[in-house]
C-alpha cells in the first residue's frame, strides 16, 4: 500500500510533527444500498482538528469521501463509514475492501442507529472466515493515547444497551473495529447539534483519537 509511513507511539502523544511529511488522509467511505453515508458532516472536521491539537501526527485538514473503488483509498490509513440505513457492497468491493484490510488498511464503522444489520450482512461477506469478536479491553485501541479502561464510551442512547466496541483481526492486528451503540461520530459533531454534555463529547473525541492513532501506527 502506499500509506505514508507513520511516526512512533511516543512521537505521536508527546513529539514533534515532521515538517518534511505528507499529512495524512482521513477518510468517509462512500458505499451504495441507500444509506446516509454522509451522516454527522461536522464530525470528522471536529476529530482531525482534535488530532491535529492533541498529537504529533501530521493529518490533513479535511476528510477525503472515497469509494472502494478509487484509486485515493490506498492513501487513506484511517477509513470511516457511518449511517442510519442500508448498506450494500458489490463483489467487486468486497474483493477490494478484504484485499485493503489484509494490506494495511483500517476501517472504522460506527453504527448511528439503523445501519447495524446491512453492515453485519455485509461484513459477513468481506470475511466469512473472521467474524466479528469482542475487542479486549487490554487492546491498544483503548489506551494507545488515552485511557478507556471500561472500553468504548457510550454517547447516545440507542436501546439502551450498553456500548459495544467489536472487530476483526488478521493474524493478530485489529483491522476493523465496530462502534455498536455508542455513537461516537454523533460526539464528534459541534456542541450545538445534538446538545451533548462536554464530558460526553470529551469521551467520544479521545476515543477517536485513539482510534486513528493506532490505525496510523500501532496497527500498521
Given at each position: 500500500m502506499?500509506?505514508?509511513a507513520?511516526?512512533g507511539?511516543?512521537?505521536?502523544a508527546?513529539g514533534?510533527?515532521?515538517?518534511?511529511?505528507?499529512p495524512?488522509?482521513l477518510?468517509?467511505?462512500h458505499?451504495d444500498?441507500?444509506?446516509?453515508?454522509?451522516?454527522n458532516?461536522?464530525?470528522?472536521?471536529?476529530?482531525?482538528a482534535?488530532?491535529r491539537e492533541?498529537?504529533?501526527?501530521?493529518?490533513?485538514?479535511?476528510?477525503?469521501t472515497?469509494r472502494?473503488?478509487?484509486?485515493?483509498l490506498?492513501?487513506?490509513?484511517?477509513?470511516?463509514?457511518?449511517?442510519?440505513?442500508?448498506?450494500?457492497?458489490?463483489?467487486?468491493?468486497v474483493?477490494?475492501?478484504r484485499?485493503?484490510?489484509?494490506n494495511?488498511?483500517?476501517?472504522h464503522?460506527?453504527d448511528n442507529?439503523?445501519m447495524?444489520?446491512?453492515?453485519?450482512r455485509?461484513?459477513a461477506?468481506?470475511?466469512p472466515?473472521?467474524?466479528?469478536?469482542?475487542?479486549?479491553?487490554?487492546?491498544?485501541?483503548y489506551?494507545?493515547?488515552?485511557?478507556f479502561?471500561?472500553?468504548?464510551?457510550?454517547?447516545h442512547e440507542h436501546?439502551?444497551l450498553?456500548?459495544e466496541?467489536?472487530g476483526?483481526?488478521l493474524?493478530?492486528?485489529l483491522v476493523?473495529?465496530?462502534?455498536?451503540?455508542s455513537?461516537?461520530g454523533?460526539?464528534?459533531?459541534?456542541?450545538?447539534?445534538?446538545?451533548?454534555?462536554p464530558?460526553?463529547r470529551?469521551?467520544a473525541?479521545?476515543m477517536?483519537?485513539n482510534?486513528y492513532?493506532?490505525a496510523?501506527t500501532?496497527g500498521?
Open positions: 502506499r500509506f505514508i507513520a511516526l507511539i511516543l512521537a505521536v508527546v514533534a510533527a515532521d515538517p518534511h511529511a505528507e495524512l488522509a477518510g468517509r467511505l458505499y444500498g441507500g444509506g446516509d453515508w454522509y451522516a458532516p461536522s464530525s470528522l472536521p471536529n476529530l482531525l482534535a488530532l492533541r498529537t504529533a501526527l501530521e493529518v490533513a485538514s479535511r476528510e477525503v472515497v472502494l473503488t478509487d484509486p485515493a490506498w492513501d487513506v490509513p484511517y477509513l470511516y463509514m457511518t449511517g442510519h440505513g442500508n448498506v450494500r457492497f458489490s463483489d467487486e468491493e474483493a477490494i475492501l484485499r485493503y484490510l489484509e494495511g488498511g483500517f476501517l464503522a460506527d442507529y439503523g447495524d444489520e446491512s453492515f453485519r455485509e461484513i461477506r468481506v470475511f472466515d473472521h467474524p466479528l469478536v469482542d475487542v479486549p479491553l487490554d487492546h491498544p485501541i489506551h494507545v493515547v488515552y485511557d479502561p471500561e472500553g468504548l464510551p457510550k454517547v436501546d439502551g450498553p456500548a466496541g467489536l476483526v483481526f493474524d493478530g492486528r476493523l473495529f465496530y462502534s455498536y451503540q455513537d461516537l454523533d460526539g464528534w459533531e459541534d456542541p450545538d447539534v445534538h446538545n451533548d454534555p464530558a460526553v470529551e469521551a473525541l479521545k477517536g483519537v482510534l492513532v493506532y496510523a500501532a500498521r
